[in-house]
Structures are given as C-alpha cells and as structure tokens.
C-alpha cells in the first residue's frame, strides 16, 4: 500500500514539473522568445548572458536616455546643369542604382529661344538590355517636372534629347532606399 502511495505521489509531482517546464518552454508567457534588438547590446544578433550581464551591471544607474544609432548611406543626390541645342541635340546619364529603391527627378527647362521643345526618357539597363520605363515632353507650357520613379534594375539611364529652340537644362536627382 505504501508502495502505490509513493507511486500516485511521485507521478503527480512528475506531471506537475513536467506541466511547468512546458508553459516556460513553448514561450506562452508574453515577450519570453521574442527578439529585441534594443536589448542585444554588442548587436551580434542573439541575446546572450554578455548583453545580460552589462544590463545588470548597469542596474540602477541613471542619464541621458539618447541612444546613439547607426544611420547607413541609404540615399544620395546629385545635379548638373547642361545646355542642349542643334549642335548639341542630347545628353544622356548612367546611374548605378543597385540597392536603391527610387529615383526622383527634378527637371526644369530654361527657355533660351521660341518654339523649345524638349524629349526625355528614363531607360532602365539590365546586362546589354534596355527598357524604355517613360517618357515626357517639355515645351514652353510645361517647363518642369518632379517625379519618383519605382527602381526595378540596378542601372537606370535619363536620355534627354533636344526637338526645336535653344535652352538649359537642370537636372536634379534624388536615389533612396
């Protein structure tokens, strides 16, 4: 009798360890398994007892709450001002795009005669490939445009290419991330 009594009790403690293990395991209590990249001090990627320990050195203390944070080069922008005309009908310029995700144009025709007219285009490049993206006209009515372009090939090409009249061009372009 005892024996069963051992038994029903060492059973009933073995589904009770085994009840607790499991609900700290499965990650059913909330932020237990959960990822913080805040918390992950030398930004190795895991969470280890190294950043647990500089917390807890650091228990108690007080500051200035800034964190400083690394902010990558994820644009970058450049203008040129050029001039086209019948002895020099088009301009064309290369960007290398790759890891960017759009592209912004800034273009504004300075009419230098009567009846200017300008064409461009965005081409996007792939390998020896290229791809008419759009095309806009410029003339004395509608000098300008501002426009953001979805980059889809790591190499995108703005041709522009001079119709009638003498003007200058500025380009502005503006790539992100």
């Known amino acids: 009798m005892i024996k069963r009594k051992h038994m029903v009790i060492v059973f009933l403690v073995s589904c009770l360890t085994g009840t607790l293990l499991g609900i700290g395991t499965t990650g059913s209590q909330n932020g237990i398994g959960e990822y913080d990249p805040w918390k992950d001090l030398d930004d190795d990627g ?39 005309n019948s002895t020099s009908p088009s301009k064309s310029f290369i960007n290398d795009t790759s890891g960017y995700k759009q592209l912004t144009l800034v273009v504004r025709m300075n009419i230098e005669s009567f009846g200017c007219e300008l064409y461009f285009g965005i081409w996007y490049e792939c390998g020896n490939l290229h791809y008419l993206y759009d095309t806009v006209t410029l003339n004395q009515s509608n000098n300008s445009i501002f426009q953001t372009y979805d980059i889809v090939v790591p190499r995108v090409c703005i041709y522009f290419h001079w119709v009638t009249g003498n003007m200058s061009v500025l380009l502005s372009c503006y790539v992100t991330a």
């Not at 203390?61 to 450049?78: I, L, M, R």
């Open 46 to 84: 895991w969470i280890t007892i190294a950043d647990v320990s500089a917390e807890a050195v650091a228990f108690g203390s007080y500051g200035d709450p800034t964190k400083n944070v690394k902010v990558t080069y994820a644009h970058y922008s450049w203008w040129t001002e050029f001039k086209l």
